[in-house]
């Protein structure tokens, strides 16, 4: 199993930045790739960001160029870096990795940015 703890998120206000942290533990051997999903009030999950193991990335359109994406480090932690905060980033992030064993989640951390 691998247990996942998300940290960082706040209020910030438009144009600022955060890092969200991704803490795991346990079987992190088996991670397949990091992912950041975001929801919303009202709105379905949307992927943001992810990493695959051999490094390569990916960004959903509305947060290209603004946010990025980094792997499990030595500290077992891996970040999502996030700039140019809009208010429409504000939501719940969550940290998500595959495994062969199945998908696994993190909490979630609250992002909230003003206008």
């Known amino acids: 199993q691998v247990q996942l703890v998300e940290s960082g998120g706040g209020l910030v206000q438009a144009g600022g930045s955060l890092r969200l942290s991704c803490a795991a533990s346990g079987a992190i051997f088996s991670i397949n790739a990091i992912r950041w999903y975001r929801q919303a009030p009202g709105k379905q999950r949307e992927l943001v960001a992810v990493?695959?193991?051999?490094?390569?990335?990916n960004f959903a359109d509305s947060v290209n160029g603004r946010f990025t994406i980094s792997g499990i480090n030595a500290k077992s932690t891996a970040y999502l870096q996030m700039n140019s905060l809009k208010p429409e980033d504000t939501a719940v992030y969550y940290c998500n990795a595959p495994t062969g064993f199945g998908d696994y989640w993190g909490q979630g951390t609250q992002v909230t940015v003003s206008s």
């Open positions: 990493i695959t193991s051999g490094g390569s990335t």
